[in-house]
């Protein structure tokens, strides 16, 4: 009895802390595909952007009818290799540079508030 109440309790707490991690707010992306970093790794406030966009606009996956399915948030290194290839057009840096630095750049352009497009500014030390 009493190991199964320790089993439980144990499980809950894997799970609690599983689902913490998943949940983290701010985290730095630290890719090791991409190989040993040459600069300071990039620190996304991930709540702060889903605040303000929708998830699919960073996490894709598409259907057989081209709709975006990719909202549950799949890692961008799941599908992004980092040679550039035939089955891998666009490689893992590529990918976050289009999509992070493509972002910012167009809404600046707009006038609208928006985030770092200098690299000095996403790759800074903490
Ligand atoms: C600004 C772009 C952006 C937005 C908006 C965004 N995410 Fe993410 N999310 C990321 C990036 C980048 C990662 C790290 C991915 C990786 O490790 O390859 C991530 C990681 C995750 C992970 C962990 C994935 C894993 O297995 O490593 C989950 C779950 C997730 N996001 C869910 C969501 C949900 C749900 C939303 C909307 C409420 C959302 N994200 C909005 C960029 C975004
Ligand atoms: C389920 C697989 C999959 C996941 C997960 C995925 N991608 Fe992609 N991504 C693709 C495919 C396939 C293409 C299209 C390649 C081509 O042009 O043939 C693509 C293209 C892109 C492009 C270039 C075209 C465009 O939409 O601007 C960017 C940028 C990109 N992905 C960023 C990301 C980022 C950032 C993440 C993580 C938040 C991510 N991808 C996660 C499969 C994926
Ligand atoms: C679709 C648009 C969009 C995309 C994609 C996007 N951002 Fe942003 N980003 C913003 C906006 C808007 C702000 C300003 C947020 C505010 O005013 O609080 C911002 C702010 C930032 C900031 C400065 C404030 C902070 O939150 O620390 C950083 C750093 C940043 N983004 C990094 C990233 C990274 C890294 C990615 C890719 C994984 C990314 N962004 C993708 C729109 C975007
Ligand atoms: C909007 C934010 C943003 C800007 C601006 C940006 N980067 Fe990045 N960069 C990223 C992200 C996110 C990654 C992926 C880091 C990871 O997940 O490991 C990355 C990866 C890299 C990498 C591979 C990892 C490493 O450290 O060796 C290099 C090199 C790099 N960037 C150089 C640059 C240069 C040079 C510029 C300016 C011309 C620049 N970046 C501007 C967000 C940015």
Do not use: T
């Given at each position: 009895m009493k190991f199964k109440t320790f089993t439980l309790i144990l499980i809950c707490l894997c799970l609690s802390l599983s689902f913490a991690f998943s949940q983290e707010d701010k985290f730095l992306l630290h890719?090791?595909?991409?190989?040993?970093?040459?600069r300071p790794l990039v620190r996304l406030n991930h709540e702060r952007h889903s605040e303000i966009i929708?998830?699919?606009?960073?996490h894709h996956e598409y259907d057989e009818n081209e709709?975006?399915?990719?909202?549950?948030?799949?890692?961008?290194?799941g599908c992004h290799g980092k040679v550039e290839s035939m089955e891998n057009p666009v490689p893992l840096m590529k990918a976050f540079h289009i999509r992070c630095k493509g972002c910012h750049e167009k809404r600046l352009s707009r006038g609208k508030t928006s985030g770092p497009v200098m690299c000095g500014k996403c790759h800074k030390m903490p």
């Open positions: 890719h090791e595909e991409i190989g040993p970093h040459q929708d998830c699919n606009r960073c709709n975006n399915i990719g909202e549950d948030g799949q890692s961008c290194s």
